[in-house]
T-cell receptor
Framework: NAGVTQTPKFQVLKTGQSMTLQCAQDMNHEYMSWYRQDPGMGLRLIHYSVGAGITDQGEVPNGYNVSRSTTEDFPLRLLSAAPSQTSVYFC?????????????FGSGTQLSVL | AQTVTQSQPEMSVQEAETVTLSCTYDTSENNYYLFWYKQPPSRQMILVIRQEAYKQQNATENRFSVNFQKAAKSFSLKISDSQLGDTAMYFCAFMDPMNRDDKIIFGKGTRLHILP
């Protein structure tokens, strides 16, 4: 199984550019989420989804959009990149939050906004 | 709001020693899940151990065990016979499965160095 596939691994953007971070899982997981990791801040939730067609905001949603048109895919869109969005981004999924199932993480995207 | 606190930003221990990482959390719920995740320099997040709050028995996974004190809202991770490969960032996480508006919450992490 591929698990959670996250692309790209590295990206450099200029301020104001837009881009999409891709995330796909092949485990038929209901729950998918995006986190950003910053030094000294741990992992902070950006957006999450409990199933196809359902998305919700996390702790730090501003400047990001998501959609969940299929069970497998959960892309994260940066609308107009800002230096404050320089971070490591992780996509994560789990079979069921209700059952307290563990999160499966992608390998992360190192994003730099100049 | 539910919170997770890891009070030790960084720790160092000698190889083969035992080390304990602390984690406290705040919730008014009775049923929830707690996790420890490891993030080595490769950046990959790996589940170390999982605890169900309604189980009194502390979870163990080989050299890793937890001390779950529900009344004190404490969830510490003990690593026995530490190895160089245990060098990593460790995150404590909390999940309330019944509250749709609450998320999987992570602490800020403890960076652990195992010294040869």
């Amino acid at each position: 199984n591929a698990g959670v596939t996250q692309t790209p691994k590295f990206q450099v953007l200029k301020t104001g550019q837009s881009m999409t971070l891709q995330c796909a899982q092949d485990m038929n997981h209901e729950y998918m989420s995006w986190y950003r990791q910053d030094p000294g801040m741990g992992l902070r939730l950006i957006h999450y989804s409990v199933g196809a067609g359902i998305t919700d905001q996390g702790e730090v949603p501003n400047g990001y959009n998501v959609s969940r048109s299929t069970t497998e895919d959960f892309p994260l869109r940066l609308l107009s990149a800002a230096p404050s969005q320089t971070s490591v981004y992780f996509c994560a999924s789990s079979y069921s939050r209700m059952l307290g199932e563990k999160l499966f993480f992608g390998s992360g995207t190192q994003l730099s906004v100049l | 709001a539910q919170t997770v606190t890891q009070s030790q930003p960084e720790m160092s221990v000698q190889e083969a020693e035992t080390v304990t990482l602390s984690c406290t959390y705040d919730t008014s719920e009775n049923n929830y899940y707690l996790f420890w995740y490891k993030q080595p320099p490769s950046r990959q997040m790996i589940l170390v151990i999982r605890q169900e709050a309604y189980k009194q028995q502390n979870a163990t996974e080989n050299r890793f065990s937890v001390n779950f004190q529900k009344a004190a809202k404490s969830f510490s991770l003990k690593i026995s016979d530490s190895q160089l490969g245990d060098t990593a960032m460790y995150f404590c996480a909390f999940m309330d499965p019944m509250n749709r508006d609450d998320k999987i919450i992570f602490g800020k992490g403890t960076r652990l160095h195992i010294l040869p």
